[in-house]
């Protein structure tokens, strides 16, 4: 019974401590930019462990980190889990690397009992999820999967001009083995769930069975800039007030396609942004997210519809849609076996889905994948803030431990 | 019959064209901040001209120019005309610049014609109407009426930290009278409407009884910024949306006091303003404005429940009121001669309410005053493309000569 065999909390919540000094904030939070020196300092302490433990470590071209822990038979597909090492700007000490730190420490639990698996495990640290130093985000799994080229993911740069390939050989991880994905049994990824959902409803884990897809767009409402003073209420063109009707509009999609629907407006930019002149235009972002194509289809529509209602204002108005990402649907094999795993331990679960991206959406493109949530206190990420207990990373790495173990042990 | 004087168009026009190279802008607008050195200019100018007509200026403490066309009966209250010649940073080539000049043509008419009238006529040159430079606006004629104390006013400073004393001093315009009202029989202030009403109507002339009072405000509405993919709509605290009800409320109120209430928010600032994350917090301005104080006091009224129903999002809000400006009443004398006057010269007029504040709502707390006002262009100004006819400045001018002779000429 694998349910017998249990990873040792105190030594995973001390790599997490040890790991958040990799660019530690006064604050209590981390900034480590992908291939920054922080970023470097964690990725060295990875291999380091790994080393102690016995496991090799192979980098790929994109910086991709993978640790073996061979099985008995190198003639079975590997089975996969990990997540990524780097964070937002003055982000939290959880997303990302907690997913590889509790897959060190199923290998390291593996170890302690002596623990031979049929399958190769391998243990994944993805270059640049975040995307907040090299856009697009999740740009080395994207590689990784085919989903993204890889002359174009090198040539991504930061805000210093510094492209990727730059940053990787700069921190001495431009590796030698190509970035492209290799057959695999199972893949499973385990990461806060950086939303309210499992602490508000006192969930253990979190099954993630979708991913939402997203549609991004920037508006533009142009009305006419006016003296606030000396023009009269009905000879406005006022942009802000058409903004505010959109906006509930929006509201109103979001509602109608809860509670897996989501739609946001958070950027705004108004123009002349003045106290006492009527304002003449507004920029925004709009953000709609759904795990079926079909409502997210509708909710387009709705959106256009919304745009459309602003010329009864007579306010001219530009949405372009800039960029679409498909829902995923992870796979039902791999969702079911995490699921067993939480039914054997006891813990109470349920199914969910991912709004956010994640480098397991990419991996699904290439091989069966599923994703594991443990709670985050009042759903806080991306943020110095960001909290989990103890007992929740106990939680989520025993439910790992006996995922991968399982799938580890097919034949 | 003073209707068979007509001021000289041409003359005039030319005026405003000189006056336009002082602060000149590429987009052929003007930037004539307050005590600048292109205000200086201006200001040179006027002097120049007032001597060529052979009038003297006297300069006050706060660089207040008074250029006085003697009457015959030196014990009679003067009558006074005049407006500001310093712009807004971009501004245009009429704001405050056109009841000067249009005052200036005025004497240079009564030469013309060799007419002596019984009172002085004195021309005003206000410093610092704008604010642009210097807050708060309509400062010198604030301190001239004694709504502003004069130390207070010399020791305001610009965002390079010059005081109104060090600039006065600087360009040559701190003069030796004191700033303060004398007994005047009349005030007239000529300008530009900076509203639509005027044009949209076809309308020559607009005779203003009224300038609105203003309540200005700040409000900060306190959400929760979250992940805009993990959190649900219903779990939100969207800070934008609750703004964007309460944007549509402040819109209501305008037009429930229409056509004379104003209700505005100019200024915007969202928190963090990230495309992904759920606005955790707005900080937005809002204005009111309406011609009668009881008006005003029912909308203030409407704005705090508008404020309070932001409780039913469960949003914390914090309104402040920043200033309030009681409404002018103006003088029903004054404003009758001007009626008067239109009808003799045959253009057509409607009753107006100011918007805008004047320095003629400060010189109204001590001497009978009224505005008149002419159209501009789309009802554009506080802008480079502010623009006026020249027909629309002739009659204008006229306007004020036939206003102006008639309340010189009363014993």
């Known amino acids: 019974m694998t349910k017998d065999y249990c990873i040792n909390?105190?030594?995973?919540?001390h790599t997490l401590e040890v790991f958040s000094t990799f660019g530690g904030t006064e604050n209590g939070g981390v900034t480590r930019l992908a291939l920054s020196d922080e970023d470097r300092q964690g990725r060295d302490k990875i291999i380091q462990w790994a080393k102690e433990d016995g496991f090799g470590c192979e980098v790929d071209e994109l910086g991709n980190m993978f640790i073996c822990r061979p099985g008995k038979n190198p003639n079975l597909a590997p089975v996969l889990t990990g997540s990524h090492g780097d964070s937002q700007p003055l982000g939290g000490n959880y997303d990302g690397i907690y997913g590889v730190l509790a897959g060190l420490e199923v290998l390291r639990t593996l170890n302690d009992h002596g623990v031979q698996t049929e399958r190769d495990l391998i243990l994944v640290n993805w270059t640049n999820e975040e995307g907040a130093r090299f856009a697009p985000a999740m740009l080395a799994s994207g590689v990784w999967s085919g989903a993204i080229e890889k002359e174009y993911a090198l040539s991504r740069s930061d805000t210093n001009g510094v492209t990727v390939d730059q940053a990787l050989k700069a921190i001495g991880y431009k590796g030698k083995f190509p970035s492209k994905a290799r057959p695999l049994h199972a893949c499973y990824e385990l990461h806060i769930e950086q939303g309210p959902i499992l602490e508000q409803e006192s969930i253990d884990?979190?099954?993630?069975h979708h991913a939402m897809g997203q549609n991004w767009y920037e508006l533009r409402i142009q009305g006419?800039?006016?003296?606030?003073?000396?023009?009269?209420m009905n000879l406005r063109l006022d942009a802000l007030c058409g903004f505010a009707q959109f906006t509930l509009a929006v509201e109103r999609i979001g509602h109608r396609f809860a509670p897996d629907g989501r739609a946001t407006i958070g950027m705004v930019q108004v123009t002349p942004n003045s106290r006492?002149?009527?304002?003449?235009?507004?920029?925004?972002s709009v953000e709609l997210r759904h795990p079926e194509n079909s409502a997210l289809d509708e909710m387009h529509a709705l959106l256009e519809a919304a745009v459309k209602a602003l010329t009864d204002r007579?306010?001219?108005?530009d949405l372009k849609r800039l960029s679409h990402y498909p829902p995923v649907v992870f796979d039902q094999a791999c969702v079911q076996r995490i699921e067993g795993a939480i039914a054997e331990r006891g813990y109470t679960q349920r199914p969910?889905?991912?709004g956010a991206g994640h480098d397991a959406c990419y991996v699904q493109r290439v091989a069966p994948t599923a994703m594991i949530f443990i709670p985050c206190v009042k759903g806080i990420s991306h943020n110095e803030e960001e909290k989990i207990y103890p007992k929740w990373a106990e939680n989520g790495?025993?439910?790992?431990?006996?995922?991968?173990?399982?799938a580890a042990n097919e034949k």
């Open 352 to 354: 969910m889905v991912s």
């Open 276 to 284: 006492n002149v009527v304002p003449g235009e507004v920029l925004c």
């Open 314 to 317: 007579y306010l001219k108005s």
């Open 397 to 406: 790495a025993n439910v790992l431990f006996s995922t991968l173990l399982k």
């Open 224 to 232: 006419f800039a006016a003296h606030a003073g000396t023009t009269p």
């Open 205 to 208: 884990i979190g099954v993630v």
């Open 9 to 13: 909390a105190k030594r995973l919540w």
